[in-house]
T-cell receptor
Framework: DQQVKQNSPSLSVQEGRISILNCDYT??????FLWYKKYPAEGPTFLIS?????DKNEDGRFTVFLNKSAKHLSLHIVPSQPGDSAVYFC???????????????FGKGTLLTVNP | KAGVTQTPRYLIKTRGQQVTLSCSPI?????VSWYQQTPGQGLQFLFE???????NKGNFPGRFSGRQFSNSRSEMNVSTLELGDSALYLC???????????FGPGTRLTVT
């Protein structure tokens, strides 16, 4: 059972335009969400995160939106640059009974291609 | 600050052998998690260690094990390797109380 889903395997946008990457989750216990970027042969790089008590978090060109009622989050990249071309993973964590989040559950990723 | 380091970066093993992978976390990070990435299954959680104790474990067979040392460095071991163990093994570290995990470059394991 896939608890974090990224339904678009790939997305192609023009340089300078907005990229919108989507993610859905099913586990209502998830209380923290993260986005990672991954280049081939490298480990994932942390981009931005959001707590379930917020609905928006912004960091430079990256903004994450969270819609808890729809169990949906999205990553907006504005403006998109060719260097943003990579696989983007959505991840979620649930606070366990001990009060700490130890495990990230990942989506399968979306390949973003930004064309010059 | 130096990032997460993993050794070796590439490894080729034969079915039935065992392998040990090493991870050094970011200085000051005491939590180390391991993930397996395959084309079919994506990134899957293996286990997490904090202060030399395993706090959480994913749905992997007992052939997959790990440990953490007093300096927070961690190792994972896979015994009786199977072809399906071929994957990129990623280590991530985080500081206590923070959700964000920072990943190393991974070890690419190929089982023939």
């Amino acid at each position: 059972d896939q608890q974090v889903k990224q339904n678009s395997p790939s997305l192609s946008v023009q340089e300078g335009r907005i990229s919108i990457l989507n993610c859905d989750y099913t586990n209502s216990m998830f209380d923290y969400f993260l986005w990672y970027k991954k280049y081939p042969a490298e480990g994932p790089t942390f981009l931005i995160s959001i707590s379930s008590i917020k609905d928006k978090n912004e960091d430079g060109r990256f903004t994450v939106f969270l819609n808890k009622s729809a169990k949906h989050l999205s990553l907006h990249i504005v403006p998109s640059q060719p260097g943003d071309s990579a696989v983007y993973f959505c991840a979620a964590s649930a606070r366990n009974s001990g009060g700490s989040n130890y495990k990230l559950t990942f989506g399968k990723g979306t390949l973003l291609t930004v064309n010059p | 600050k130096a990032g997460v380091t993993q050794t070796p970066r590439y490894l080729i093993k034969t079915r039935g052998q065992q392998v040990t992978l090493s991870c050094s976390p970011i200085s000051g990070h005491r939590s180390v998690s391991w993930y397996q990435q395959t084309p079919g299954q994506g990134l899957q959680f293996l286990f997490e260690y904090f202060s030399e104790t395993q706090r959480n474990k994913g749905n992997f067979p007992g052939r997959f094990s790990g440990r953490q040392f007093s300096n927070s460095r961690s190792e994972m071991n896979v015994s009786t390797l199977e072809l399906g163990d071929s994957a990129l093994y990623l280590c991530a570290s985080s500081s206590q109380g923070n959700h964000e995990q920072y990943f190393g470059p991974g070890t690419r394991l190929t089982v023939t």
